[in-house]
């Protein structure tokens, strides 16, 4: 998609002239008005966010969005840019199937096109421009019923696939991705369709992305605010309005039906000379849709222009000439088409280089004097504290079960009365019972016989005393009959006897938290602390990055289950607060672009998107508060070429003399080219107008 496809009338404007920007997406509909202060666009006002349906709730949603944004202006503008999702375009034009919608909204609220552009190509050129550099990334629509993923490498949509929404975003992305088929991915996601989009930030940072496709680290997911895309449509499409506006090309044309015909629809003109086609070729109804879209409008030089005119006189001078007039119109279409071709076509050139691999280590100094062949940055410094949660399946075994519980018969052999205290220990075999409540045993009483002899003595009893056993376990179940002996007595004094077999102990082994469990757990919080920092950091700027200098305390931990108790997993709440040393991830790999690598690699730069910076924790100076790390670098290098002398060189020759030139660039290995419009012949030869050929080096990955 071709960025300044800016038509109409390239009248000045007057200088404080109001322009709109309308941005179609398939469910949602964003207003801006713009106006030019210098050479520079800058929004003036916004509209409201409406949403859509129908042909009618379109027309209705547009209305009530442009009334939002023209409310204080006292002329409403009419001129507008067009925004609108990718798959509506067809090459330079709006789609057939879209044209009748398009045109029925324009002529109803009285709009005149100016420009046209996909949202994402505004949204590629408005990071470029905001960044510095051309963005790397895989951007996300979000509608819906289905999300549009496009991969995006140095500026350039490398692929583009719709997948349905299944309610998984993730795995949605991931099937997406797939279908594209890359050899890596940018490891960045850039999230936009003007919404809340919170939850599908969370869906895509938690996924094991490295795990399932080509990413060289785990990317960053970023969400655009709402008004960005609308932002990007007025600015970026207003640039290139200025751009054309300023140097103006002899063919565009001041007739506004132009416009529409520009964007691929067909409109009838009155005609007051004599027709240039037969009556046997009628153009097409007003505002009718043609089946299949005309070619694009090409700027056409001047001589293009003074040929046909020429052509035409000669036609019209004299009716007795007509025979040479034939002949010379023969004779002139082959030059004619060679020039208009040679002019007017564009070629793509994709340079593939060998890349080289980049492994280095280099110092780093926050504060302090600036030290050579080293990264220096300015000390930024801040104490930042986090809350999260964490879980783990415990480790630890415990023993859990019931106790053993039955009734016994005290048995008193001394003469005096004896009282036993409840919580008395009585033992057989070392397994300990409990008596649960206090009781009292009668001493010893004598037996006669009938004579009235004394033949010997009878123990005093208690019985139906309650016991219970001291710990769990199946052993501590006693069989009817077992002796027990009593606390400290001697069993020939007093001793206990089971009434009747004791039941109810039981045991069995568990899962439980152990100390190791919760050492774990409380390492892998603080990481998570640590990580949640360094997210606070890049929300602030999506540059930033953070590395901990200090020791991380708690002011919350808080342990679901203590170490012992019976656990399948356990749990932790903890804050904590650190002090970290904030650094820009873009500064350090501009320093390495500009000062280190021209002189180790020279000729060569940094892919921007294929870079890992690792930051080792940095020592404070004694003397000063002052910093010194270093940073681990991996990243590819590729040739830096001056672009304009190539495509100088390179304009107007054969396809097949390209070669010799670009063997020239370090590491060269292949080229492909795309030239358009395929003409026979033609289309062997690189145009002419250099500012039709684009060139961009890429590598065999």
């Known amino acids: 998609m071709n960025l300044k496809k800016i038509l109409t009338n390239q009248k000045k404007a007057p200088e404080q002239e109001h322009f709109l920007a309308l941005e179609i997406h398939e469910s949602l509909i964003k207003v801006a008005v713009w106006k030019m202060e210098g050479n520079e666009p800058v929004i003036a006002s916004m509209g409201s966010f409406e949403l859509w349906d129908s042909e009618e709730s379109l027309i209705n949603g547009v209305d009530a969005s442009l009334s939002m944004a023209t409310k204080d202006l006292e002329k409403k503008p009419t001129k507008v840019i067009l925004g609108l999702p990718e798959p509506w375009l067809e090459g330079d034009k709006i789609h057939p199937s879209k044209t009748s919608l398009i045109k029925h909204v324009l002529t109803e609220l009285g709009l005149k096109p100016i420009g046209l552009v996909t949202s994402v190509q505004a949204i590629i050129h408005h990071l470029k421009k905001k960044e510095g550099v051309p963005p790397s990334a895989v951007l996300l629509e979000i509608y819906p019923d289905k999300v549009t993923v496009v991969v995006v490498k140095l500026g350039k949509i490398k692929a583009l696939e719709e997948v349905g929404r299944s309610g998984e975003l993730n795995k949605d992305v991931q099937e997406g991705l797939a279908r594209l088929n890359l050899d890596q991915l940018p490891s960045r996601f850039v999230l936009t369709n003007g919404s809340n989009l919170e939850n599908e930030q969370q869906q895509l940072l938690s996924y094991p992305w490295q795990d399932k496709l080509p990413f060289l ?126 002019a007017l076509a564009t070629a793509q050139i994709t340079i593939a280089v060998k890349e080289t691999a980049l492994e280095k280590t280099v110092d780093v100094y926050y504060g302090g004097e600036t030290m050579p062949d080293s990264i220096n940055l300015p000390v930024n410094t801040q104490t930042l504290t986090a809350s999260v949660s964490e879980s783990i399946s415990t480790t630890g075994e415990t023993l859990v079960g019931d106790k053993a519980t039955g009734t016994v018969t005290l048995y008193n052999g001394t003469d005096d009365e004896i009282t036993v205290k409840a919580g008395t220990e009585i033992e057989s075999d070392n397994l300990i019972f409990l008596i649960n409540s206090s009781a009292t045993v009668a001493s010893t009483s004598a037996s006669f016989d009938e004579n009235g002899f004394k033949t010997g003595e009878e123990y005093g009893k208690s019985e139906n005393v309650s016991v219970t056993a001291t710990s769990i376990g199946t052993r501590y179940n006693l069989s009817k009959g077992t002796q027990l002996s009593v606390g400290n007595h001697s069993r020939a004094n007093i001793y206990a006897g089971a009434e009747n077999d004791f039941t109810g102990g039981s045991s069995r082994t568990v899962k439980a938290v152990s100390e190791d469990d919760q050492q774990k757990l409380l390492e892998l919080a603080s990481e998570k602390v640590i ?19 200090g020791q991380l305390s708690y002011s919350k931990k808080e342990f679901s289950k203590e170490v012992g108790d019976e656990a399948s997993t356990v749990e932790l709440d903890l804050t904590g607060q650190v002090k970290v040393l904030l650094y820009s991830t873009a500064e350090i790999i501009n320093q390495l672009s500009s000062q280190l690598i021209p002189k180790t690699n020279p000729g060569m730069d940094l892919l921007p998107d294929q870079i890992s910076i690792a930051i080792l924790a940095p020592k404070e100076n004694e003397d000063a508060e002052t910093y010194k790390t270093q940073a681990n670098i ?12 190539y495509i100088s060189q390179l304009k107007g020759k054969s396809v097949n003399k390209l070669k010799n030139i670009l063997e020239t660039i370090p590491g060269y290995e292949s080229t492909k080219i795309i030239i358009k419009p395929n003409v026979p012949f033609l289309s062997n030869y690189i145009p002419l107008n250099k500012n039709r050929v684009s060139l961009e080096i890429t590598t065999l990955r």
């Open 634 to 645: 991996k990243g590819l290098l590729i040739p830096v070429i001056d672009q304009d002398r």
């Open 531 to 549: 990580s949640e920092i360094d997210s606070k950091v890049k929300d602030q700027d999506p540059n930033l990055s953070s590395v901990v200098i």
């Open 217 to 342: 680290h785990l990317p960053k997911v970023e969400v655009l605010p709402a008004e960005f895309s609308i932002e990007a449509i007025a600015l970026a499409g207003g640039s290139e309005a200025v751009s054309v506006s300023v140097t103006p090309e002899p063919s565009l044309v001041s007739d506004p039906d132009d416009n529409l015909s520009s964007f691929g629809f067909e409109v009838e003109k009155a005609t007051t000379k004599e027709p240039l086609l037969p009556p046997s070729h009628p153009e097409p109804a007003e505002g009718s849709l043609a089946d299949a879209s005309p070619p694009p409008k090409k700027n056409r030089p001047n001589y293009f222009k003074n040929i046909s005119g020429l052509l035409k006189n000669k036609l019209t001078s004299t009716k007795k000439k007509s025979g040479f007039v034939i002949v010379a119109v023969l004779l002139l279409i082959p030059v004619f088409l060679t020039i208009s071709y040679l």
